[in-house]
T-cell receptor, first 111, second 114 residues
Framework: DAKTTQPPSMDCAEGRAANLPCNHSTISGNEYVYWYRQIHSQGPQYIIHGLKNNETNEMASLIITEDRKSSTLILPHATLRDTAVYYCIVRENTNAGKSTFGDGTTLTVKP | DGGITQSPKYLFRKEGQNVTLSCEQNLNHDAMYWYRQDPGQGLRLIYYSQIVNDFQKGDIAEGYSVSREKKESFPLTVTSAQKNPTAFYLC?????????????FGQGTRLTVV
């Protein structure tokens, strides 16, 4: 699995969009970008994933650059409950849980 | 409701004792995984299994053992050989294949060895 780089921490005002970046310059053609989040002392929760195209679901949007070397997770209207550690992972779409979780980005949403 | 259940949530053991952590899923997932998480760090893979009666070592398997006798269950034993067993342990499961392969995680077991 390709290595990812994320900022260690970010702040966001409640109600504003949170944009979390991830660099994955060594991603290969068959690797997907996955995002999970982990609220303190709980198990990680799947958010979204994509291969080339931008994706949106009820939780977030995922923007992947054309060269696929970086991506951004967007939480459109952050709430206090979105405060968590966000993990960006790149992997092939097999052995789903056999993923390398780095230290992630700690997002703090402030009132 | 379908999901993945880890028990107990908190576990205390004396040094030198083996301890077994439970993980059960009713999602009909083929694959199951165990991760370890230390404070302020990401997750590290201990063992994984893609099929009953078969499993593979992850990045930090030393001092741990697993079994996969049933599709629904993947217990992890922390043996006395594990030098620093105090940690947060997470179990996950997923489908295998090309689609819908995101991992589902349990709520974790926090093991403290004294």
């Amino acid at each position: 699995d390709a290595k990812t780089t994320q900022p260690p921490s970010m702040d966001c005002a409640e109600g504003r969009a949170a944009n979390l970046p991830c660099n994955h310059s060594t991603i290969s053609g068959n690797e997907y970008v996955y995002w999970y989040r982990q609220i303190h002392s709980q198990g990680p929760q799947y958010i979204i994933h994509g291969l080339k195209n931008n994706e949106t679901n009820e939780m977030a949007s995922l923007i992947i650059t054309e060269d696929r070397k970086s991506s951004t997770l967007i939480l459109p209207h952050a709430t206090l409950r979105d405060t968590a550690v966000y993990y960006c992972i790149v992997r092939e779409n097999t052995n789903a849980g056999k993923s390398t979780f780095g230290d992630g980005t700690t997002l703090t949403v402030k009132p | 409701d379908g999901g993945i259940t880890q028990s107990p949530k908190y576990l205390f053991r004396k040094e030198g004792q083996n301890v077994t952590l439970s993980c059960e899923q009713n999602l009909n997932h083929d694959a199951m995984y165990w991760y370890r998480q230390d404070p302020g760090q990401g997750l590290r893979l201990i063992y994984y299994s893609q099929i009953v009666n078969d499993f593979q070592k992850g990045d930090i398997a030393e001092g741990y053992s697993v079994s996969r006798e049933k599709k629904e269950s993947f217990p992890l034993t922390v043996t006395s050989a594990q030098k620093n067993p105090t940690a947060f342990y997470l179990c996950a499961s997923s489908h295998l294949g090309q689609y819908n392969t995101e991992a589902f995680f349990g709520q974790g077991t926090r093991l403290t060895v004294v």
